[in-house]
């Protein structure tokens, strides 16, 4: 026995709507903004179909469920859909664009000691960039930072873990293929900031030659941009790399490092606490603290 249901006119016109079939341009639509998505140093402002795609997406929910579900299928996670960010997307840990640190540290020809560092170097630009809950809230805020600058953050934020670990009683000197931060800058600290080269040319291995992969990275990937020379490189962050950002604000790696107070926060301008004087401690020679507007 069937039980009839009475529908009212909204309700018909609902599911009417709902049922109707998806064309197949429709769905080549959403393809092709997914695709302009993956694309992240295209603007939409100056794509006129991806501007047009954008707007669609953000008027018509039927058009941006069927884009949300192209891009899950994908293994990618949307971030935002603006036309400041265009359609910002994350690829989920099974995607197939997922970019693991095994695969970065192969492209960079680093070996598994390295890792770390190379991992570090991406936490502390992340972490010189938005140092603040409300930069990461404010979709107006711009961070900017130099190569210089993130390896003596690096540097100073090592000095602060080894005061911690002395003031535990633990010890200083453990296996460098321990995890976590703890081991970590055990690992920086003992390598050269430029190199050996007379010219104090930055070599791959040095710490300003990781930390110079890792922004070249994020510059190819559209999550920062290039604004000078100075200081090993300035940089300037993108809406997407904002949004990256947030989706790893959470991290206990990055908590940790905002946690050890090596970039305070008083008028709004970060800065880096002044070093204390140490023989064993070097900082790169004028290095480029960050600014941020």
Known sequence: MTEHVDWSEPELAASASASA???PADAADAARLVAFGLQPK????????YAELLRRYREDPAFARLADAVAAGLGLVVLEVSPRAGMAVTAAEDSVFAVRMGDYARRTSADGGDRFLHGLAHLAVAAMAFPRPEDLADDGYIGRITVNGVDAFVRQACRRLEERAEVR????????DAPGLEAAWRIWVRRSATGATKDARRLAGSTTGIIGKAVAFLTDSGFLQRTGDDNGGTYRTTARYQL?????????AMAELLELGVVPVT??????????ESDDLELVADAGLPFHS
């Open 21 to 23: 079939a998806v064309t």
């Open 42 to 49: 295209l603007q939409p402002a100056r794509d006129q179909e």
């Open 169 to 176: 009683g633990e010890n200083t000197d453990p296996a460098t």
């Open 244 to 252: 990256q950002v947030r989706d790893m604000a959470g991290s206990a």
């Open 267 to 276: 008028d709004g301008t970060p800065t880096l606490l002044p070093a204390e």
